[in-house]
């Protein structure tokens, strides 16, 4: 995942942007209508942050746990699952890149606009596939690819790839051993960038199945 001084010092202020909030349930709606999660499964949330999208499909699933390697995100996610309550999702410290695989198996796994901060995202996607139950869904939200111009300067450091190409992140699924692949655009963010222009950037969604 990425260095986390940048996610560190931005996760108290995090989910005070609209926009932010806004995406999330636009992804969290495409995972549903894609993914069609049910009360019977568990899920696993990787890069989630504030827990933004965990926290909003965990009223369909069994159980949600946000993993993530900021501490201070995952601070403010503890204090919302405190403050409302929620009994069926937790939160962990966990980074794929260098860490052993926990012990858990889910059938769900999701991680919205995390896996361009990866540097190494070859050993992250084979960590979902193993951390997958058979027949379990990966989906993957993160934006098309983009000329370096998304990001500011400021969050540079934490940002490894400038998006993906769908074609190419669908082969590399299809190698590690993934079926049923498929995409679509869940979203597209329009924003100023340092030029002073505005652009759109578009936002899909890849799920894969592990064979049964």
């Known amino acids: 995942m990425a260095e986390p001084n940048y996610f560190d010092d931005a996760a108290a202020t995090w989910d005070n942007e609209p926009r932010r909030i806004a995406m999330m349930k636009v992804v969290g709606e495409a995972i549903l209508r894609e993914a069609r999660p049910t009360k019977e499964m568990d899920a696993l949330d990787y890069g989630c942050g504030t827990g933004l999208v965990g926290l909003f499909i965990l009223p369909h699933v069994r159980s949600v746990t946000g993993a993530d390697s900021s501490s201070a995100m995952l601070d403010v996610l503890r204090k919302k699952i405190t403050e409302s309550g929620v009994g069926n999702m937790s939160a962990i410290g966990l980074d794929l890149q260098h860490d052993p695989l926990p012990a858990e198996r889910y059938h769900l796994v ?34 098309d690819t983009e000329p ?17 190409d769908r074609g190419e992140l669908k082969s590399r699924l299809e190698e590690i051993g993934f079926e049923e692949i498929r995409g679509t655009t869940a979203h597209t963010i329009r924003r100023l960038v340092q030029d002073g222009s505005e652009r759109d950037f578009p936002v899909f969604l890849i799920t894969a199945r592990r064979p049964r």
Do not use: Q
């Open 110 to 143: 999701i991680t919205n606009m995390t896996l361009h901060h990866v540097a190494d995202t070859g050993a992250v996607l084979k960590a979902f596939h193993e951390l997958l139950l058979p027949g379990g869904t990966l989906c993957i939200a993160d934006l």
């Open 148 to 164: 370096g111009i998304f990001h500011p300067p400021h969050a540079a450091a934490s940002v490894h790839h400038h998006g993906f």
